[in-house]
């Protein structure tokens, strides 16, 4: 047994003052009329598959090829070609650049509620033809998880997790009183502060009761699942930070859902001082300056990376291969760049260090579009429920530091290389009719159900995951329209099949 080599930092407990919006997992079923669901969407896509191509020599990117992606992404060519390739996209189904139209919303708030787009932009992807295929369920198995596990810590012993010891919570308490101290100095009272102090209050209780790090003795890791306290959900964990690096694997599942996550991050000022995309710097941030988000911008404006963004995205691609996962289908969707920001102390980075990366799963070089939207977990006629997949990855001045992957899904055949896709008026007629389905159908956050009227900023061209009638592991990637507002960020106020132009409910998965 080794004894008192790890140091276990605990989790920072902070109060979050700046509303955000809650989304609850029990949601309505919209009307059925406006879903007109298909009985199986592979029929669908049978449907529209355009027959031309295929069967012989294609044009089109091979559906999967991450390779092909990598070397487009790092071609000035190959980037006029896939703008090229858009705009005759565009061309073939009469997109606008923009668009513009205005929708009352009947029964909500004082009767003035609208929906509006003013010049609202058109994205779409770099492709002239979408298709379809299917992905099914890949939860890793736990020799898989065991492999990763030897790879990643590399000949470092893997332990146990440690529990929270005394020292851990002492840390904790020092941070909860230094945020209290500094909010009543902002002028806040101590009656708007009490559940911070219910925080400290039980911290100091869990000082009493917990161990002190010398009396902690460290167990390997044998990568067996361990049950958790909710029925039904396991867990394996797996830590090392010998050499001052802290290197954790976590795995969880359950009947509804499967996860995965490896990081690697300096022991020293652990849990504070994180890597943070734009957003989130401006969001934590606020009301630490009067010009917080002048400073933001001007730190995200000097780029001290060792890597491009493409270097990045390369990075990642080799890392899952050097893993040993099947990269078939994986799309990069998205590249941000971050910075060290501490935000316990509100300390911002001098620059870009760091890119956070998405992947997903998609077809003919286009990717799933990013939407909030979650499946809601309700028993659908026994059917499991499992959320949308999520594969994020970040890349530091050393290499690829994070890997985080919910859901994890595989790529299956391609049903068809492109897909007959309706013209755009056609589709801006769907979305002018059911827009308002955020009001009227789904528990939204209060101030819609208030009656707050929404900017409508964006609308959308990509791939979605549809849930097949008759399978609970498999399922169909589609072309779908998704529209977005200023207020809301990602979360999509109507999905729209961009073939038949029937309603899809993200939160229901069809």
Known sequence: MMKNVLKKRGTVISVALAGLLAFPACQPTPDREAIAQKEDINEVVEQYADTSVGGG???????????????????QDGMRETKDLSMALGRELGVPEAVSFEVSVPGVGDGTTTVTANEARIILPDTDALGAAVVRRNDFAQEQIKAIGDKFFDGRTPYEQMPDTKEDYF??????????NDYLSQGMTEEELAGMKEQMDYVQQMIDISPAEADVVLEPVDYQWQPMSVP?????????????????????????????????????NQGQKQLSVLESVIMLGQGAESDWEETVNKAFENNLCNYTPDEAASLCIEYLEDFGFDTKGLVISDIKPMVWYDYTNNVLGDGIEGYSVTLSHGVNGVGQTDAANSIAYVPDGGKVTYDYEKLTMTVDNFGVAQLIWSNPMVMGETLAEKVTLLPFDQILERITEHV?????????????????????????????RIQNEDSETEYTLIPVWDVFSSQLGTYSLVTINAMDGSIISRENGY
């Open 57 to 75: 020599e294609s044009n089109l990117p091979e559906s999967g090829s991450i390779a092909e992606k990598k070397d487009e992404i790092e071609s």
């Open 171 to 180: 840390e904790q308490l020092e941070l909860i009183n230094k945020q209290y």
């Open 232 to 268: 039904g959900l396991e867990s394996i964990y797996a830590q090392n930070n010998e050499d001052g690096m802290n290197y954790v694997l976590s795995a969880q599942k359950e009947a509804s859902f499967f996860h995965l996550s490896v990081s690697r991050n300096s022991v020293q």
């Open 436 to 464: 308002t389905l955020a009001y009227e159908n789904y528990i939204m956050d209060e101030r819609l159900r208030n009656g707050e009227s929404l900017d409508v900023d964006r609308i959308t061209l990509g791939m979605m």
